[in-house]
């Protein structure tokens, strides 16, 4: 199993751009997330998807949009990038809610010049 | 949701134990507390978990104040591969996770 893969693994913006971030897990998980994490930061909730066509809004949700069309993918999409959004964005699966781990991916180092 | 109060950081020996404190004073009955740590340049790892009771796993100990006011991540024997920040967290139903600044640990050789 790959677990959670991101997609890209580092990429440069201009500001005003747009750019799509995708998730994919492997694990048949119900539950996926998007963190964003800021230098010497803990991570941030974006957004969260308890299930396929599902999602719901984080604690930094602005600026940021997402779709689960299928329920290995979760997408996260910025549609006119801003240099506040450079940061690390990670995605996270899990099966259920409540007091199940959450499975991290390895993260996208995003530059909004 | 109820906050945690970590150190900011924490310095070890290799192979000794290493105890990371944290406290949330306001927790209410349902929150389980989690821990999860970051590697450099990593997404997070989960680490452990309780609601209660003291709970054992092969990659650290938690205990759990009888008040549940405070918990200990223990760590038996420190490597190197345990330099991470490390994370304490309180989890309500609904699956979110709200993390701190949590605490820097090193390990020195």
């Known amino acids: 199993n790959a677990g959670v893969t991101q997609t890209p693994k580092f990429r440069v913006l201009k500001t005003g751009q747009s750019m799509t971030l995708l998730c994919a897990q492997d694990?048949?998980?119900?539950?996926m997330y998007w963190y964003r994490q800021d230098p010497g930061m803990g991570l941030r909730l974006i957004h969260y998807s308890v299930g396929e066509g599902t999602t719901a809004k984080g604690e930094v949700p602005d600026g940021y949009n997402v779709s689960r069309l299928k329920k290995q993918n979760f997408l996260l999409g910025l549609e006119s990038a801003a240099p506040s959004q450079t940061s690390v964005y990670f995605c996270a699966s899990s099966w259920l809610a409540g007091e199940v781990e959450q499975f991290f991916g390895p993260g996208t180092r995003l530059t909004v010049l | 949701d109820a906050k945690t109060t970590q150190p900011n950081s924490m310095e070890s020996n290799e192979e000794e134990p290493v105890h990371l404190p944290c406290n949330h004073s306001t927790i209410s009955g349902t929150d389980y507390i989690h821990w999860y740590r970051q590697l450099p340049s990593q997404g997070p790892e989960y680490v452990i978990h309780g609601l209660t009771s003291n709970v054992n796993n092969r990659m650290a100990s938690l205990a759990i104040a009888e008040d549940r006011k405070s918990s200990t991540l223990i760590l038996h024997r420190a490597t190197l591969r345990d330099a991470a920040v490390y994370y304490c967290i309180l989890r309500r139903g609904g699956g979110k996770l709200i993390f701190g600044q949590g605490t820097e640990l090193s390990v020195k050789p």
């Open positions: 694990m048949n998980h119900e539950y």
